[in-house]
């Protein structure tokens, strides 16, 4: 049997590898939304009022919405595979601690 603290320094090798995922699907969501604030398409047009209509927001979070599936749809094999990693990745860190009886750790 491993010494307590081998399995301690073994988890903490795991939740370190979990959060670096983590970061990666962060990242990932904060270049799609990067790119989704760069896209001129989806500034409101200000011609609206000259006219004597008003913005349709309808339309705008149509296109914002379409847009957004676009780019992730791009991005779609690279998040399934790292949400499926970070899946396994959990698994594997709950049956650790259920093996050794390791509590979990406090959130303040």
């Known amino acids: 049997m491993t010494p307590l603290s ?5 988890l ?3 939740e370190e590898a979990r959060r670096q995922i983590q970061h990666q699907l ?11 604030t760069a896209l001129p398409r989806l500034q409101p047009k200000r011609t609206g009022y000259r ?3 008003r913005p349709d927001p309808d339309t705008f979070l149509e296109c914002y919405r379409s847009h957004r599936a676009a780019l992730t749809a791009e991005r779609q094999p ?3 595979a790292l949400s499926r990693k970070l899946a396994h990745q959990d698994q ?3 049956a650790l601690r259920a093996r050794h009886g390791l509590a979990l750790p406090q959130v303040a």
């Open 6 to 10: 081998e399995v301690r320094v073994q």
């Open 12 to 14: 903490a090798r795991m």
């Open 26 to 36: 962060d990242l990932i969501d904060r270049h799609i939304i990067r790119r989704m």
């Open 51 to 53: 006219h004597g209509k």
């Open 78 to 80: 690279e998040i399934d």
């Open 92 to 94: 594997a860190i709950a």
